[in-house]
């Protein structure tokens, strides 16, 4: 068992370990962000970032200790300890704050160095006389690549030094003697407890809420005339059915006359050219 967790290296447990806890709080987390989003808050903006943050730490507690134990227990054979989520979080924590901000400033100055050399590559004469798109897309491809291995390459130092972290507890873990079936049996009751009933309510009480909440939170879209807009109020007449006949019978007369001026126009103007 021991030689088992030795030949897996600090690469694939530390993807095996941050990965899984990622993926098993990230729906937690989209929660939230939608949240503040209906409350009109931005959650990659202050304060709501501060504030998501701070809701993501027994998230993150909940996620690294669930997925860390399936390792140790399936993969590993050993037994965590009780405070393992614990211990990986802080320590994560510790190490985050250092290594992404540096990882942001590598990829970052990476990306405008090689865009840099990129626009020079392109000034060159024979590559001037190409179409715009080609050129677009040579430049494109130029910088992109070098972005794109330099960001692997950052991904993988997390993952290795992540996974020297998750090391130092699988060498202070004890080696689990149980039968495969038991162990089984652990970690499927890491994620489903005994008390399923009890679970189901709590899923279906914090779904209504997390809904209410949404809907309660979310601004009316329902176009409305602003608080300051004074609305006008008109006047309505009745209509009376005798001035209505008036007015149409005195349209129509001013129709009969029109009508009779442009007949007798036409009339003289055909007089005036069977003379001629």
Not at 56 to 76: C, H, K, N, Q
Not at 101 to 107: A, D, Q, R
Not at 224 to 250: F, G, I, N, V, W
């Amino acid at each position: 068992m021991i030689e088992q967790a030795a030949k897996m290296s600090s690469v694939k447990l530390g993807f095996a370990v941050g990965w899984s806890a990622f993926w098993t709080g990230a729906p937690f987390k989209c929660v939230i962000a939608l949240l503040l989003l209906a409350m009109g808050l931005h959650p990659w903006e202050m304060p709501a970032l501060g504030f998501l943050l701070l809701l993501s730490i027994p998230i993150d507690i909940w996620a690294l200790g669930l997925a860390a134990r399936t390792v140790f227990l399936e993969r590993l054979r050993l037994q965590p300890a009780g405070s393992l989520g614990v211990t990986l979080w802080w320590q994560a924590a510790l190490f985050n704050a250092v290594y992404l901000p540096l990882g942001y400033v590598i990829e970052s100055r990476t990306m405008a160095g090689a865009q840099a050399v990129a626009a020079k590559i392109m000034e060159i004469e024979p590559l001037k006389s190409w179409p715009v798109a080609e050129r677009i897309s040579i430049e494109l491809v130029l910088w992109s690549s070098v972005a794109a291995i330099v960001l692997i390459l950052i991904v993988l130092g997390w993952m290795f030094l992540f996974g020297l972290i998750v090391g130092r507890q699988v060498a202070t873990a004890r080696p689990a003697h149980e039968s495969y079936q038991a162990l089984v049996r652990q970690w499927d009751l890491l994620r489903v407890p005994q008390d399923q009933p009890l679970l189901l309510t709590v899923l279906i009480a914090s779904g209504v809420l997390a809904v209410l909440l949404f809907w309660g939170f979310m601004p009316v879209l329902t176009p409305h005339p602003h608080e300051d807009y004074e609305m006008l109020a008109q006047e309505r007449r009745l209509m009376k059915p005798t001035e209505a006949l008036e007015k149409t019978d005195q349209a129509l007369a001013r129709a009969e006359a029109a009508l009779k001026v442009l007949e007798e126009e036409a009339q003289k103007g055909s007089k005036g050219k069977t003379k001629l």
